[in-house]
């Protein structure tokens, strides 16, 4: 019996010594790393990373600016950059920089067919329904066709503009159970401007980028510096947009608007939102661009005689 005790302490004490000795190598390891580390470590990267980007952005010049910017939002590299990262790169943009990244871009779609839903002030009232519009648009020579869709005021009506055939009238019909009658009609004509404020040939991205330009000028020319006066990150039809604010001296002539709006979702090289106001503060339009496709148009996309349409 006293063996058998004796050989029970001298392997629990054996056990007692593997257990301690376990013990001190674990102690003796490096802690484990925290799970949190790797991902703290990438934030803090892509922040500095961020930084030295918008310290480098600031530095360029206009056509470096341009071209940074253009790629920068193709690749849709803005989509991880927290708010106030993208508001610092748009304080950092110099004014022309705007007007050459959608000047270079709008060149790039001499073809294209859009989608847009339009509201507008016409008249002093304010329209209760946006129209919801098909536009294939040609640059040059200026062409386009315009249908009015399902669900938007005005639908079924058609347009045609080609200016090597008129430069100064449309050609289309009302839309509707009776209106089917296709006719000319001044650009600026009562029925044009009883609907919109704009002209057929106004009915294209190019227009846009032109105001934008324009106004720019004028700021320029008025003492200012054509900057916006408040960049603000918002959330529109379910989407993060970086929104550009211009306060003008006065509306027109001299400038588009009072006040105007530009939209952008740092993932498409266009403007995505227009809005202007009047300087009573009464909104006078607002323009969403839904989606844009690059096109190549034939003879029968600006032919009344175009089997798809309703002339």
Excluded at 62 to 74: C, Y
Excluded at 118 to 124: L, M
């Amino acid at each position: 019996m006293t063996g058998s005790n004796g050989t029970g302490v001298r392997l629990r004490a054996l056990a007692l010594a593997a257990t301690l000795a376990c013990a001190a190598t674990a102690w003796a390891q490096p802690a484990a790393p925290d799970a949190s580390a790797p991902a703290a470590t990438t934030a803090a990267t892509s922040a500095a990373s961020q930084s030295a980007a918008i310290n480098a952005f600031a530095a360029m010049d206009i056509a470096k600016q341009t071209a940074w910017l253009g790629s920068q939002v193709h690749a849709n590299a803005f989509a991880s950059w927290p708010d106030e990262d993208v508001l610092a790169m748009a304080q950092a943009m110099k004014p022309e920089t705007l007007v050459r990244w959608l000047k270079a871009e709008v060149a790039k779609l001499p073809e294209y067919e859009y989608r847009m839903r339009r509201q507008e002030r016409v008249k002093g009232q304010w329209q209760s329904q946006p129209a919801l519009m098909l536009v294939r648009y040609r640059d040059a020579p200026r062409q386009l066709y315009a249908r009015w869709l399902k669900g938007g005021a005005h639908a079924g009506q058609e347009i045609i503009y080609d200016e090597t055939v008129r430069k100064d009238a449309m050609y289309g019909h009302l839309g509707g159970l009776v209106g089917f009658v296709a006719i000319w009609s001044a650009l600026d004509g009562a029925l044009a401007k009883s609907q919109s404020n704009h002209t057929a040939r106004e009915l294209g991205l190019q227009f846009i980028v032109d105001t934008v330009e324009r106004d720019g000028r004028a700021h320029v020319a008025a003492g200012g510096s054509g900057k916006f006066n408040e960049a603000k990150l918002v959330t529109e039809d379910g989407e993060r947009m970086l929104r550009l604010t211009w306060d003008a001296p006065s509306g027109p002539p001299t400038f588009y608007a009072k006040r105007v709006r530009l939209y952008f979702d740092l993932k498409n090289p266009w403007v995505r939102i227009e809005e202007s106001w009047d300087e009573s503060g009464n909104q006078l339009e607002k323009i969403v661009i839904e989606s844009v496709t690059r096109k190549t148009w034939n003879d029968q996309t600006f032919n009344p005689k175009n089997p798809e349409y309703k002339f």
